[in-house]
């Protein structure tokens, strides 16, 4: 056992309980917030029981002071004698063995460290306790990784104030503990990928570029959680191609395009996995007739549609002979016939099946028997769409994103309209989630990191990207589909996403935003902390630990603007 | 049945409230001891870096009664006294209560020693005085406080620090003593005097007289605090200190006083007794009380430890 620390006794003139305490200090010691403490009670006819805390509030009062000028009289005159008193409140988080006991008033309080820390913060009970980030005493702090990647409970909320809750640091400093330490996560590391969506600017595109800026300090907190202050070694970047980009496909990014792939769909793979769906995401588009003809619309694509020989990824829409096109034919356009090879030509076929210009009948196997309204609705979503994420879709060599290429795959939308965002976000959450339904296999895992989720999963309304998540949320515990959702605000996010994320963590949070039921898992005392936290600085709450834990975490080992891109040795160096 | 009983009767019952230490003043005043004519002095703070304030506090705890089955009964009571000192350190400057003393006594009147059980927790000493007289049993405790105060006073003085003490002085010891007296029944001074005291402002003392006593001491009025809508001995109140130091060093000390003294004054909103009740002596009384402990809870092991003895007694008997 490591020496221990008296810091003071437990309060005598209040009463202690099982779930806080108050701690009375010696002259020559302190307590300062989130430092663990441990109380030795002897309890009647059971012997020793070991109550473990976390201070929650430290205090201090002159004692005999008992008017606010007295203040003046004592500290000013000194004519006043008083005691200055300093205390710390507790919030009990482990009683050892579980004999549920108030620990004695006038007992000794030590600091908790060594063994006897790892006991208060459950580290002992931990099946695979996990470094996410550093204590107020210097010291990681764990969760339990059965509590994230699926076994007794999976995904990560994130909330915070955009800028200064670092929500995407945060994420992406658990990604890294997550990826380089496949001694602790066990067979989950083995083939563990990662998606990431760079929503905004272009934070996320220097993962693989050391930053410039990481000092001697920051280098020694990594070391302490036992991962080398390097940046992510195996990433791919991909973002979508620029608009005008003609037959040389470049990706649409500001400030990199060195390593940097362009993405899209050709219509082939369009049609095949019903990314129309994703077009129709906006929550207000549930309500009404669209979703009904957009799922016909959908179905009979998936029926009409045949390969373009010598035009790989182009399609044409040919009545099938029987039900559908067998897969894997293709024919020869006809004079006249329309090759859809982007979504523009995709939405002129449509239009020309759904609203005729010469003031014929729609097909009714495309429209069946909806409204001209609603058809008129409908259409109207897709001329928009083909304006805003037309790019996304061309015919051509494949240009997917291979999610295999790399431990973590960044996907820039930050150029895209919402309607692309949510598009592009749809489109691979779903290739993602079908394709782990389709294995039934927990592993390997497949982590989703999506910042402003209460874009993608709004509280209100409905729609096909919502429903996804939700889904995920749900079942992807057990088909190791776990998301690493942020938002400013969990209040405008979808409560079953909420609900289901086990490890929740927060950085600064707006003071109103704070006394939300959504923070229930806080204290008061770190709801009224919420609002002053510095960035790096976060508290998270998991099932394995009573009480939120505040901590926070190292500068990051790798560039997050190009400016801070250090030299990776430069060949000029020693002329 | 014979022996000692704890009285049911609250301990407060008939007890007087107020004992004066104000003397006669029968000896003679001699008012031109210090140089100069009788007028307003200002005080005059000498730097001094510790000054000490001493008090004491009493309290009943219990009444007794002595049943001797032959001679009819014979009253008693268990008191209690606290004398501790502030020491207000003006370096720093901070105030601390020190020196604390308690002490619990078991009194019998009619010159019975009381023989009481022991008390857990409880130090409880045993005296007697000859009389009879409810009163003066609780005027022995109070003297036996006074004289605590007096020993730690002289104590504390010995080392040469400047001593406030609560109360007249009996000292004839140079020690730098300085009696502060906050109530006046008396008057020291012919009208011809007097009249400055009604004149002083604050911060000003008279001229210092002798009284030439049983214990020979100088004394000074001086005033505390000017107060709107009061007569004229508001804010009023007498030091003295032992005649044994020498007029020069009496100056001195009164000087000091005057300067130092409206500075620990008391505001009217925080006590009662402003400004006379200085805020370290309030303060010292208020942590004396405390430290005498909790009433009930000595009240409670005195009377289960008186009983619990006779009961046994009977039984073994």
């Known amino acids: 056992m490591s020496e221990q620390e008296q810091v003071g006794r437990v309060l005598a003139s209040e009463h202690s309980s099982t779930a806080e305490f108050r701690v009375v200090l010696d002259g020559d010691n302190y307590l300062q917030l989130d430092d663990l403490v441990l109380v030795r009670t002897q309890v009647p006819k059971r012997g020793e029981v070991r109550t473990y805390g976390v201070v929650t509030e430290s205090q201090g009062i002159f004692e005999g002071a008992s ?144 930053n410039r800026y990481l000092d001697e300090d920051a280098a020694t907190a990594w070391g302490r959680l036992g991962v080398p202050p390097v940046p992510f070694p195996s990433v791919s970047f991909w973002a979508p191609p620029r608009r005008q980009s003609g037959d040389v496909v470049v990706p649409d990014t500001g400030g990199r395009l060195e390593g940097v792939d362009a993405f899209a769909w050709t219509p082939r793979e369009f049609i095949d996995e019903g990314l129309l769906r994703f077009l129709f995401t906006d929550a207000s588009d549930a309500r009404n007739q669209l979703a009904f003809v957009e799922e016909r619309v959908r179905l009979q694509l998936t029926r009409w549609a045949v390969d373009v020989a010598g035009q790989p990824g182009a399609v044409v829409l040919r009545q099938p002979p029987t ?115 389709h294995t039934g296999q927990r592993l390997p895992l497949s982590v989703i990191v999506l910042d402003e989720l209460n874009k993608y999963a709004p509280r209100e309304g409905r729609s096909p990207l919502k429903e996804m998540l939700i889904d995920i949320a749900q079942r992807g515990r057990s088909l190791g589909v776990l998301l690493v959702g942020a938002q400013q605000s969990a209040s405008r996010v979808a409560q079953e996403v909420l609900e289901n994320a086990s490890i929740r963590v927060a950085g600064r949070l707006d003071a109103a935003e704070a006394e939300r039921s959504e923070y229930g898992w806080m204290l008061p005392s770190t709801r009224a902390r919420a609002r002053l936290l510095k960035p790096g600085t976060m508290v998270v709450s998991q099932p394995a630990i009573p009480v939120p834990l505040v901590l926070t975490f190292p500068f990051p080992a790798w560039a997050t603007r190009r400016e801070e891109v250090g030299d990776e040795g430069d060949p000029f160096e020693d002329l | ?187 020291y001074l012919g009208p011809e005097h007097l009249a400055l005291i009604g004149r002083l402002k604050a911060g000003e003392r008279t001229p210092i007289f002798l009284i030439d006593a049983q214990y020979p001491r100088y004394s000074w009025y001086l005033r505390l605090d000017e107060l709107p809508d009061a007569h004229s001995w508001t804010a009023i109140v007498r030091c003295e200190a032992p005649a044994a130091l020498g007029i020069e060093d009496a100056v001195t000390l009164a000087d000091r006083t005057a300067a130092l003294l409206p500075i620990v004054a008391s505001k009217g909103h925080v006590d009662p007794r402003a400004p006379q009740n200085l805020v370290p002596i309030g303060a010292l009384e208020k942590a004396l009380r405390h430290r005498l402990g909790d009433q009930a809870m000595v009240y409670r092991a005195l009377r289960g430890a008186v009983g619990s003895e006779r009961r046994a007694s009977v039984v073994g008997g």
């Open chain 1, 323 to 437: 039900g559908a096109w067998p897969a894997g034919e293709s024919v020869t356009p006809d004079q006249g016939e329309r090759v859809l090879t982007d979504l523009h030509s995709i939405v002129d076929a449509l239009e020309e099946l759904l609203e005729p210009i010469d003031g014929e009948e729609p097909d009714r196997a495309w429209s069946g028997r909806t409204q001209g309204g609603t058809i008129s609705a409908f259409m109207r979503r897709l001329y928009s769409a083909q304006h805003r994420l037309g790019h996304l879709i061309r015919a051509g060599e494949s240009r997917r994103i291979d999610r295999q290429a790399a431990q973590v795959t960044v996907v820039g939308i930050q150029s895209l309209h919402d309607l692309g965002q949510r598009f592009v976000v749809g489109a691979l959450l779903a290739e993602t989630f079908e394709e782990k339904e």
């Open chain 2, 1 to 187: 049945m014979s022996g000692l009983y704890v009285e049911g009767w609250s301990p407060e019952y008939g007890a007087p409230l107020d004992i004066s230490d104000e003397r006669m003043a029968a000896s003679p005043i001699d008012p031109s001891v210090e140089d100069g004519e009788w007028s307003a002095r200002p005080g005059v703070d000498d730097g001094v870096e510790h000054v000490l304030f001493v008090d004491g506090v009493r309290r009943v705890e219990a009444r007794l009664t002595f049943d001797d089955l032959a001679d009819g009964i014979v009253p008693g009571i268990v008191g209690a006294f606290a004398v501790g000192a502030t020491r207000w350190d003006r370096t720093v400057p901070r105030s601390t209560v020190g020196d604390v003393l308690v002490e619990r006594l078991a009194i019998l009147g009619g010159g019975i020693k009381p023989e009481l059980p022991p008390v857990p927790g409880l130090s409880v000493g045993a005296e007697s005085i000859a009389s009879d007289d409810p009163g003066q049993l609780i005027a022995h405790l109070h003297s036996r406080m006074r004289r605590a105060e007096a020993d730690l006073s002289a104590r504390l003085a010995s080392t040469g620090t400047f001593v406030i003490a609560d109360g007249p002085i009996n000292e004839l010891r140079a020690q730098p003593v300085v009696g502060f007296i906050k109530t006046h029944r008396v008057s």
């Open chain 1, 67 to 210: 008017f606010e000028s007295d203040t003046f009289r004592i500290a000013e005159e000194g004519t006043l004698p008083a005691e200055k008193v300093r205390s710390a409140q507790v919030a009990v988080t482990r009683v050892d063995p579980e004999l549920w006991v108030a620990p004695d008033p006038g007992q000794m309080v030590y600091r908790a460290s060594g063994d006897q820390r790892d006991k208060a913060l459950y580290v002992d009970e931990m099946g695979r306790p996990l470094p996410i980030g550093i204590g107020r005493d210097d010291e990681p702090v764990f969760a339990d990784l059965d509590f994230f990647d699926g076994r007794k409970g999976g995904h990560m909320s994130i909330s915070g104030i955009s800028g200064v809750a670092t929500k995407t640091s945060y994420a992406l400093f658990f990604l890294r503990m997550l990826t380089s330490r496949p001694d602790i996560v066990g067979d989950a590391a083995a083939n563990l990928r990662v998606l990431v969506f760079n929503v905004k600017g272009e934070d996320l595109l220097w993962l693989d570029k050391p």
